[in-house]
């Protein structure tokens, strides 16, 4: 049923990132400026390494959009990778020395055996998570279909490492104005004082730190996604969709841990007349979601992070060179992403989030779907 699709490609050292979104409507007064403000998001946060200081993402838009406007056909997007200045030497001469000492938590090892190669490089280039700027440029146009029918997409990190936050009781615009303006991305700023603490604690001792974001729709209609048939669902869209991001390894749907531990009257989400014929809710333990499907109530989404793997301190691995025991080589990375994961998690919600409107509303034109 997917009426939305998109396709990257490109890696982390070549020239640039591609993307291709097929199925966005015509009538989307494409806002660039807006795309590379997403794109920005995603390269900020405490914790992020040197390369993100070397790149400062512009997405090109190459096909889909004329006189500023989506067309109906698919738009084809172009993110220059800046550190391609640094490596075109190397591209296509093979004078680099080949990585055969897999990193543990990586593509690496799998990579290399699933296809017959002896250099992990092949491997890394497409499985570094470079590739999720090409996500957030496509998420910020499902964004921007999104806001003309007033779905609005926030998030914030809750937790870093064993750092939680402690969420105030605001609107989802405070809280994002919170998390804006934060490097953590946390609305709770002793917790988000600590969280520094935590991941410069982790920097220190040459090792990296995962945590928690959550993700929030807010204005979905009611009846995205569908009970009718697996592949319909939107709670698996949505999952799917955030365990793809790299490092991401869980997530859940409204309180959907905490609720494995109570009884069924203590989490579902009792129903009231709000007097205009129609039902309001006190609580979202379901976060947004019942029978697969949008029920009105803002979607939350709660999403576990890794601690990457490229850690300064090495880890022990296995030359496949020689078979021998070995520790691995640290490559330039990060120490913490969640910040960043968030603003990638942000642009996945958005996008399968379009895909369900455009399925429920169908419609050639953004002025189509309205009526
Ligand atoms: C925005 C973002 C940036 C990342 N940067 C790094 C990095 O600098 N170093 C690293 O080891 N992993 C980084 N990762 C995670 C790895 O790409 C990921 O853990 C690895 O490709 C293995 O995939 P998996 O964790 O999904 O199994 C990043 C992930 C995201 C979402």
């Not at 953590?184 to 220190?204: G, L, N, Y």
Request: aromatic share 6%; glycine share 10%; proline share 5%.
């Amino acid at each position: 049923m997917t009426v939305l699709r998109f396709l990257t490609a490109g890696e982390s050292h070549g020239p640039c990132l591609t993307a291709i979104v097929d199925g966005l409507p015509a009538g989307i007064a494409v806002d660039t400026a807006s795309i590379d403000r997403e794109l920005s998001r995603r390269q900020g946060g405490y914790g992020r390494g040197k390369r993100m200081r070397i790149e400062r993402d512009h997405a090109e838009i190459l096909a889909g959009v004329i006189n500023g406007e989506t067309t109906g056909a698919p738009v084809a997007l172009r993110i220059e990778n800046r550190d391609w200045a640094n490596w075109h030497e190397h591209w296509y001469t093979g004078d680099l020395p080949p990585l055969t000492v897999p990193r543990p938590g990586h593509a690496d090892y799998a990579g290399m055996v699933k296809y017959g190669l002896n250099d992990a490089r092949p491997i890394l280039e497409r499985a570094s998570a470079r590739e999720t700027a090409s996500r957030v440029a496509v998420g910020a146009l499902a964004k921007q279909l999104l806001a003309k029918f007033g779905v609005r997409i926030w998030s914030y990190v809750k937790q870093i490492g064993p750092v939680k936050g402690q969420i105030p009781d605001l609107s989802y615009v405070k809280l994002w104005e919170l998390a804006e303006g934060s490097d953590v991305r946390c609305p709770d700023p002793i917790a988000a004082k600590k969280m520094r603490a935590a991941i410069d604690e982790a920097s220190k001792a040459g090792d990296t730190i995962g945590g928690v974001f959550v993700v929030i729709a807010d204005g979905a209609p009611v009846g995205l996604g569908s009970h009718v048939q697996w592949d319909r669902r939107l709670d698996g869209r949505l999952v799917q969709a955030l365990v793809s991001i790299p490092a991401v390894k869980g997530a859940e749907i409204g309180s959907a841990f905490d609720n494995a531990a109570k009884l069924g009257r203590e989490v579902h989400d009792e129903l009231f007349p709000d007097g205009a014929g129609s039902v309001r809710r006190v609580t979202n333990r379901a976060g947004g979601i019942e029978g697969a499907m949008s029920n009105g109530a803002p979607i939350v989404l709660r999403v576990a992070v890794k601690p990457i793997p490229s850690t300064i301190s090495p880890l022990r691995s296995v030359d496949l060179a020689t078979g021998e025991a070995t520790n691995t080589e640290y490559q330039r990375s990060d120490v913490c992403i969640v910040p960043a994961a968030a603003v990638v998690g942000e642009a996945m919600v958005a996008f399968v989030l379009a895909d369900a409107l455009l399925e429920k509303y169908g419609g050639d034109s953004v002025a189509e779907m309205k009526r």
